[in-house]
């Protein structure tokens, strides 16, 4: 063991070395991250099937070989943005409502966050909504990735919806599934009755629908303003 200590001691790479390889790796993941962005932005305005590496590397100024070798295929490509959409939802809409109150107040604080990135996106365009629009009938990783994503946050909302019940801020009979349902529709309804039929006062009805459906399932004070909730000290990656 002794005499193969020196060998493996030389075919070490020199600090300098290693220094080189570790900045090399960071400046690849901050290009890949930067190419994501660019990626969702695109995508935003004309959907992830859209998306292709030619077309990135056009927005990027990138080769197509450039943009390939980080993703390896578009679909590759289409799941990080996926990822990446998934991450900066959570940061705006998810983690700031974990300082509400557990319960009622965190479910309108939820659905206040969710109001507000949809209104955003009114403009914008919403991955989740224009996603399943483009891959609810062709099943693959990308249909799968996106799906994932969204029942996450669809198990995020129920589970504040059971400990409201829990908590006897709603109905001891509601059906968790049917009121997450029912707030769901309110923001698909918002979206197309906003981004597509550009009628005035939309937002207004969705928060009006949403007080509604709280009454309906017994809330507390469900004619109460949403919960206030402070940034997220959470930076997003």
């Not at 063991?1 to 901050?30: F, I, N, V």
């Not at 990135?117 to 609810?136: L, M, N, P």
């Amino acid at each position: 063991m002794s005499e193969t200590l020196p060998d493996a001691k030389l075919q070490r790479p020199a600090g300098g070395e290693r220094g080189r390889a570790g900045r090399a790796l960071q400046k690849g993941q901050q290009t890949k991250a930067a190419i994501v962005d660019a990626a969702l932005g695109l995508a935003t305005q004309i959907g992830l099937e859209g998306l292709s590496i030619g077309a990135l590397a056009e927005v990027t100024q990138m080769s197509k070989s450039g943009v390939f070798a980080h993703f390896g295929s578009r679909e590759e490509l289409q799941i990080s943005v996926i990822r990446e959409y998934h991450v900066r939802f959570e940061d705006e809409v998810f983690y700031p409502a974990m300082s509400a109150p557990r319960g009622l107040p965190r479910l309108r604080a939820m659905f206040a966050n969710w109001m507000k990135r949809t209104s955003v996106e009114i403009d914008s365009g919403c991955i989740y909504i224009s996603g399943a629009v483009e891959f609810d009938d062709r099943p693959g990783p990308v249909r799968d990735a996106l799906a994932s994503s969204v029942m996450t946050w669809h198990a995020a909302m129920k589970r504040a919806i059971t400990v409201a019940k829990h908590e006897g801020q709603l109905g001891a009979d509601v059906d968790e599934d049917q009121m997450l349902f029912e707030i769901h529709g309110l923001i698909l309804a918002l979206h197309y009755e906003a981004r597509f039929l550009k009628n005035p006062g939309s937002i207004e009805r969705a928060k009006r629908g949403f007080d509604n459906i709280l009454s309906r399932y017994g809330a507390e004070g469900a004619a109460a303003a949403p919960a206030r909730t402070s940034r997220s000290s959470k930076s997003s990656s």
